[in-house]
């Protein structure tokens, strides 16, 4: 039997410090004893990054400077504002997108830049059961729902009948993949599936705005205010410029900094 499911977000990595080689890099500059009130490592990576460019650790190593800013938050704060959006290049957050529809990866693989993305191969993995989101316009109708239902439920017994009359259990490897991938054109592209994306910083927040907004397929809507969610729970300050607007039960990202 076919399943409703929801679209799941887990972050399962992100940049690390490594405080070793920082310690050894902060020697080499010769400011041995600079410190970082960072909550996280994403925060206090990119500010090295940051204050590597004009040296502004301390006033002592760029005659030019008169001040710098002490605190990781106006740093990083600042680096948002002015729009020094390749900075923020340099933290990547690995996600893993579970039960989303390929109506969902199809749209997310559009965004290339700064990505790094594994999906699940429906050319190795047989369809059995096939899994499905409603959007609200079907959950909202009763017969919709009905219809859907019992065309996912057909659509998943297709499968198991091609299967059935290939044999495919008994056939190598090679014959099951090239089955498998001549059954999966016989289903849906609301199926629910896997994908797993990692991204930096600055594509997070390109993604975010762009995929929130009302504009935007429900379904990457209803992902990335969840990538929205997680992001500002985790990294307050590089994420702190949002405001949110619900639109149809979806939170939508804004932020006046949209240049970034
Ligand atoms: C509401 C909505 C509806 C859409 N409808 C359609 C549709 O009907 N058909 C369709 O084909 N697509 C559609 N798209 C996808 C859209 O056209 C983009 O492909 C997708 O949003 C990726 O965004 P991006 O171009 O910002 O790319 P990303 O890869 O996210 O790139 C980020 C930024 O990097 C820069 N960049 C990226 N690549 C280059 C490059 N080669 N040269 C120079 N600068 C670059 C740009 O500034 C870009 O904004 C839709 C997207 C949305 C949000």
Redesign the pocket.
């Known amino acids: 039997m076919s399943q409703l499911i929801l679209p799941k977000v887990f972050i399962i990595g992100e940049s690390k410090i490594d405080s070793v080689g920082l310690q050894q890099l902060l020697n080499h500059l010769s400011v041995p004893a600079w410190k970082s009130d960072a909550d996280t490592d994403v925060e206090k990576l990119l500010e090295v990054y940051g204050r590597a460019c004009y040296k502004s650790f301390d006033v002592i190593l760029n005659p030019n400077l008169t001040r710098v800013r002490k605190h990781n938050d106006e740093y990083i704060k600042n680096i948002i504002e002015k729009g020094d959006g390749s900075v923020l290049e340099h933290g990547m957050i690995n996600f893993f997108f579970a039960d989303v529809s390929r109506v969902f990866t199809h749209?997310l693989v559009?965004?290339?830049?700064g990505t790094a993305i594994s999906q699940e191969s429906l050319r190795f993995v047989r369809l059995t059961d096939l899994n499905w989101y409603a959007p609200i316009c079907i959950q909202e109708d009763v017969q919709a729902m009905e219809i859907f239902s019992r065309t996912l439920n057909s659509l998943s017994q297709l499968q198991k009948d091609l299967a059935d009359l290939y044999n495919i259990d008994n056939m190598s490897f090679e014959k099951k993949k090239e089955l498998t991938s001549a059954f999966r054109r016989l289903a849906p592209d609301g199926l629910a599936t896997n994908i797993g994306w990692s991204a930096n910083i600055r594509?997070i927040r390109?993604?975010l705005e762009?995929?929130t907004?009302p504009?935007?397929?429900e379904e990457i809507r209803l992902v990335f205010s969840q990538v929205g969610k997680l992001m500002r729970e985790r990294y307050k300050t590089l994420f702190d410029d949002y405001e949110t607007e619900i639109v149809n039960g979806i939170d939508w990202y804004k932020t006046k900094h949209r240049k970034v």
């Open positions: 749209e559009r965004h290339r830049v594509t390109h993604v762009m995929r907004n504009s935007a397929e």
